[in-house]
């Protein structure tokens, strides 16, 4: 066993997107010795988040609730894979959401959040409209960003070209980027100013 758990969370407000389709795709690549879980946040909707960070100690979300399920499953993950189409040149607002949910994490006693995912690797994939692939730059620094914060490994984004669903299989460099894209360096994360 590799001892490899890849969790791929999906930020699409549709089912089998593109971007879906190329993380399967990139996904298809990795050892069969690899643990895959997938969830979509659509199907796991996550409450407006609330910034409770200096009122009161966090708890455990409870047991059964959405927030439960992926806090668990984040903890669980070696390799976490934010697969979220670009939305108005970010990550769409599930994914956003997701993401904001951490910081409530960072603060809950007792998972030690932080410390437990640090030296992670964070992975993105995502399908854009655009043909300049250079628009997804905030996309790209978000997750880049967001894992030096938490002292995590960067395996960098996998972008791949499309619409309407489906679009993405024509995207023939994506689709050849996604072979090798889990086979990847992972250095550690740093912000653009640490060089
Ligand atoms: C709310 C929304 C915002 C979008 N914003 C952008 C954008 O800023 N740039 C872009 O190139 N495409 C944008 N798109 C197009 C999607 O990125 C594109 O359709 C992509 O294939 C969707 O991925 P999915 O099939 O995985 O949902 C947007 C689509 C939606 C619904």
Redesign the pocket.
């Known amino acids: 066993m590799s001892g490899r758990r890849f969790l791929f969370v999906l930020g699409?407000s549709?089912a089998d997107?593109?971007?879906?389709l190329l993380a399967r795709k990139a996904a298809e690549q990795l050892p069969a010795d690899v643990e895959q879980r997938w969830i979509s946040l659509a199907d796991h909707p996550l409450p407006d988040f609330v910034d409770q960070r200096h009122d009161s100690d966090h708890v455990r979300p409870p047991a059964g609730s959405s927030a439960a399920l992926l806090l668990d499953a984040t903890l669980a993950a070696t390799d976490l894979v934010i697969a979220s189409?670009?939305?108005?040149?970010s990550v769409s607002g599930l994914t956003k959401r997701y993401l904001d949910y951490w910081s409530g994490w960072l603060r809950t006693p007792g998972i030690d959040f932080k410390a437990t995912m640090a030296g992670r690797t964070l992975w993105g994939v995502a399908?854009?409209?655009?043909q300049e692939a250079v628009?997804a730059d905030p996309l790209i620094g978000t997750l880049n960003n967001s894992a030096a914060y938490m002292g995590m490994r960067f395996g960098g984004v996998l972008l791949g070209n499309?619409?309407g669903?489906g679009?993405?299989l024509n995207d023939t460099d994506a689709l050849t980027r996604a072979k090798t894209f889990f086979a990847r360096e992972t250095p550690l994360a740093r912000f653009p100013y640490e060089g």
């Open positions: 699409s549709r997107g593109n971007t879906e189409p670009l939305y108005w040149y399908a854009l409209a655009h628009v499309g619409s669903p679009d993405v």
